[in-house]
C-alpha cells in the first residue's frame, strides 16, 4: 500500500487490516508519512507537486536552472499534502497535478506532469511563458 491509498483510507475513517501472517516495514512507513505533517524549510525556494522522483529529472533541473534555482532550493510533495499545509510558502509553486489557484506573494505555475512536459514543445513554451511572466513583473 502506498502513502496515498493509505491516506484516503484515514481521510475515509476506515482502519487498515494487517494479516498476521507478516507485518513488513514499508506498510508502516507509509502510514507514519501520511500523518506527518509537511514542513518547508527556510532554504526551499520552489515547492513542486509532482511525483518524489522528479529531482532526478534532467527537464526539471534545465529548468529551475532556467529559474535561478538549484534541485537544492526544490522540495517535492503530494497535491494532497500540499493543500493540508497552512504554514508559510516559498515564492514559487509548481504544480504538474492540477492547477492551483493565484495565490498572493507566492508564483504560481501549473503544468501537466512532467512526462508530458518534457515532450510536447508547445506544452514547454506554456510553461516557459508562465515563469518568464513573474521574472518580468
Request: glycine share 2%.
Amino acid at each position: 500500500m502506498n502513502q496515498y491509498q493509505a491516506f484516503i483510507l484515514k481521510e475515509m475513517g476506515i482502519t487498515l487490516w494487517l494479516s498476521n501472517q507478516s507485518l513488513d516495514q514499508p506498510i508502516k512507513d507509509d502510514l507514519s508519512a501520511a500523518d506527518d505533517p509537511l514542513i518547508i524549510d527556510d532554504e526551499t525556494e520552489i515547492v513542486i507537486l509532482a511525483e518524489s522522483d522528479v529531482l532526478q529529472n534532467e527537464f526539471v533541473s534545465a529548468v529551475l536552472k532556467s529559474m535561478g534555482l538549484t534541485v537544492a532550493q526544490a522540495q517535492v510533495v503530494t497535491q494532497e499534502r500540499f493543500l493540508q499545509y497552512q504554514g508559510p510558502l516559498p515564492l514559487w509553486v509548481w504544480s504538474t497535478q492540477s492547477p492551483l489557484a493565484l495565490r498572493r506573494s507566492t508564483q504560481v505555475i501549473n503544468s501537466a506532469s512532467i512526462d508530458q512536459v518534457s515532450q510536447d514543445p508547445l506544452q514547454k513554451r506554456g510553461l516557459w511563458q508562465q515563469i518568464k511572466s513573474y521574472q518580468t513583473q
